[in-house]
């Protein structure tokens, strides 16, 4: 199987000619009878061989934070940091052991994540820059920008501890900052395009935890902390479809970096808005508060049919199923409550997905001249022609 990438890179090379491209994909589009970008193409596996790279690298990253654990315990002797019996230890010795323990969890953070991050680079040099797997690229990319997080968090851990909360958050701030740094580097190196979302979620970080660290956290209630987190989900939705106008047809790998950019902001905008109905309080949610939750994700639906994604539709579903469950078993049918909700869900996903896009087209058809231009569009003009020929 070959990507948008792979036929972008060889009409680059000369191995394809545009209109050799043009033509191909012409031709696929109109075997699908659907627009090129609609189902949202994005390249994971190409083979089992991305599979069994994704295993070793995996291993050789466990056994890497393994060893820098093991370093952590030969900076700090075990017995300067294992519990003994409180009540035959002087305040100084409870105060030194206390120290190394947490010197101990510093550089169990610290020196794995260190180590992490370095061998993934040089790995990436291989399997994304010269490999170009995708599957790979993906982990390596997390694990090097993981790896600088919880290097720079495990730096200031014993600051965080011995500090204020704002201290804290500031802390925090700096290691999500160091984050996106690393995103930002890795991109200009390898442009995986995940590496966009990693980076987005690293400032996204930095600017949640100052301002925790502005007003102090012991203000910031769970509530005032979930429409943070939504602010910052807006943000990175409306991020995300820059990316996606700059490329309405989807055939280069900026869709593929608004699609992981979608896949970030969804969860970020949904979980906030379910949790304030109530959802996340278990049996505490009324039946106003679950068709509250069935009307958001029909707006859900509206709004993923006219951008074309379906990440928010997939990241509000848990919610969904919560929120029928509870309706069925309000309504009498205590024992089938999870079979009918199940039923109802899964047929309507796939009676979504069967008609996207005649559905997608009134949608967007409601929609003003000047918003329609900026979407994809709802006809490939491959098809358009095939129908006038």
């Not at 193409?41 to 056994?63: E, P, T």
């Not at 075990?78 to 323990?101: C, F, H, N, V, Y």
């Not at 010269?130 to 993981?146: C, D, E, Q, T, Y």
């Not at 906030?272 to 068709?291: C, H, K, Q, S």
Request: aromatic share 8%; glycine share 8%.
């Amino acid at each position: 199987m070959y990507s948008e990438d792979d036929i972008n890179s060889a009409v680059a090379a000369g191995a394809l000619s545009a209109e050799a491209a043009e033509s191909f994909r012409a031709h696929m589009t109109r075997v699908r009878e659907l627009p090129r970008g609609s189902e949202e193409n994005f390249r994971l596996i190409n083979s089992f061989n991305d599979i069994f790279v994704s295993i070793g690298i995996v291993i050789l990253l466990l056994a890497v934070g393994a060893i820098g654990q093991a370093l952590a315990a030969m900076f700090v002797p075990a017995e300067a940091w294992l519990e003994t019996i409180p009540s035959r230890m002087s305040a100084a010795q409870l105060e030194a052991r206390a120290d190394a323990r947490n010197l101990k969890t510093a550089l169990d953070l610290c020196l794995p994540g260190l180590l992490v991050a370095v061998t993934a680079w040089p790995l990436a040099e291989f399997f994304t820059r010269k490999r170009r797997m995708a599957l790979p690229s993906i982990l390596l990319l997390l694990a090097f920008v993981g790896g600088v997080f919880f290097a720079v968090l495990g730096a200031g851990f014993t600051i965080i501890l011995n500090g204020s909360d704002r201290i804290g958050a500031v802390i925090a701030a700096l290691a999500a900052f160091a984050g996106a740094g690393a995103a930002y580097l890795h991109w200009r190196r390898f442009m995986v395009p995940i590496t966009v979302a990693a980076g987005a979620a690293g400032v996204a970080g930095t600017v949640i935890a100052l301002m925790l660290a502005a007003v102090g956290p012991g203000l910031i209630t769970p509530d005032i902390l979930l429409v943070l987190v939504f602010i910052a989900g807006l943000a990175v939705f409306g991020f995300a479809m820059r990316w996606d106008i700059s490329d309405r047809e989807r055939i280069t790998r900026r869709s593929d970096v608004a699609f992981w950019l979608h896949l970030l902001a969804a969860p970020m905008i949904a979980h906030p808005i379910f949790a304030l109905l109530g959802v996340t309080e278990g049996d505490n949610l009324g039946v106003g508060a679950a068709v509250g939750v069935l009307g958001v994700y029909i707006a859900f639906g509206l709004l993923a049919l006219a951008i074309d994604r379906r990440a928010l539709l997939v990241s509000a579903l848990a919610y969904v199923l919560f929120a029928l469950t509870f309706l069925f078993r309000e309504f009498g049918a205590v024992e089938l409550n999870f079979a009918l909700t199940a039923l109802v869900i899964g047929s309507a996903l796939l009676s979504l997905s069967a008609f996207w896009q005649p559905i997608r087209r009134s949608v967007v058809a409601a929609l003003p001249g000047n918003v329609q231009a900026s979407l994809p569009a709802t006809e490939d003009p491959a098809l358009s022609m095939a129908a006038s020929a």
